[in-house]
T-cell receptor, first 117, second 113 residues
Framework: DSGVTQTPKHLITATGQRVTLRCSPRSGDLSVYWYQQSLDQGLQFLIQYYNGEERAKGNILERFSAQQFPDLHSELNLSSLELGDSALYFC????????????????FGPGTRLTVL | SQKIEQNSEALNIQEGKTATLTCNYT??????LQWYRQDPGRGPVFLLLIRENEKEKRKERLKVTFDTTLKQSLFHITASQPADSATYLCALGPSGTASKLTFGTGTRLQVTL
């Protein structure tokens, strides 16, 4: 158990709908990352938040947005869903930058499997 | 542009042999490199970290090397077991325009009896 929780575990919805995925990082971790992984594909980085602020952005679609709340949990909002959005969505957390020798070791949650019909 | 390459073809080896996976990168100068294991349908799990000033790191049956001149890391699993079958991802620490850990696409390892 990594200590990162994600809800829901599974989500089935229809095209055009909007969903919200939720992530709670490990206790003490300030950074949260979101990744998308389609079937048999690699991890696609979407976005990173650090202590409530957006820190890095990947190839995140305009239909997707995220935020990190004061209690450090994060939500990923996906709207106007398309069939191609069906994928596993992972959240990961790390301590965050804490000095020149710090590393960005990431701890991943179990993922949310999104199916768009 | 920055690029991480891992063999996209699956590596099939026999139980008991040593598996060697390769991670090559270009246009990066990472301060460290990490290896993760991912099982189907599950999130990646951190295995090992090696810093740029370290040539080799070991943990039980795992060994990682890091050659910053060749821009390559090798990941070895000795005495492979079927339970080692998974996808292994390398990840590079921040460098240049890459402000965070960046993952390769992974290599699938299949260990057979």
């Amino acid at each position: 158990d990594s200590g990162v929780t994600q809800t829901p575990k599974h989500l089935i919805t229809a095209t055009g709908q909007r969903v919200t995925l939720r992530c709670s990082p490990r206790s003490g971790d300030l950074s949260v990352y979101w990744y998308q992984q389609s079937l048999d594909q690699g991890l696609q980085f979407l976005i990173q938040y650090y202590n409530g602020e957006e820190r890095a952005k990947g190839n995140i679609l305009e239909r997707f947005s995220a935020q990190q709340f004061p209690d450090l949990h994060s939500e990923l909002n996906l709207s106007s869903l398309e069939l191609g959005d069906s994928a596993l969505y992972f959240c990961a957390s790390s301590v965050g930058p804490s000095g020149p020798t710090s590393t960005d070791t990431q701890y991943f949650g179990p993922g949310t499997r999104l199916t768009v019909l | 542009s920055q690029k991480i390459e891992q063999n996209s073809e699956a590596l099939n080896i026999q139980e008991g042999k040593t598996a060697t996976l390769t991670c090559n990168y270009t246009n990066y100068s990472p301060a460290y490199l990490q290896w993760y294991r991912q099982d189907p349908g599950r999130g990646p799990v951190f295995l090992l970290l090696i810093r740029e000033n370290e040539k080799e790191k070991r943990k039980e049956r795992l060994k990682v090397t890091f050659d910053t001149t060749l821009k390559q890391s090798l990941f070895h699993i000795t005495a492979s077991q079927p339970a080692d079958s998974a996808t292994y991802l390398c990840a590079l620490g921040p460098s240049g325009t890459a402000s965070k850990l960046t993952f390769g696409t992974g290599t699938r390892l299949q260990v057979t009896l």
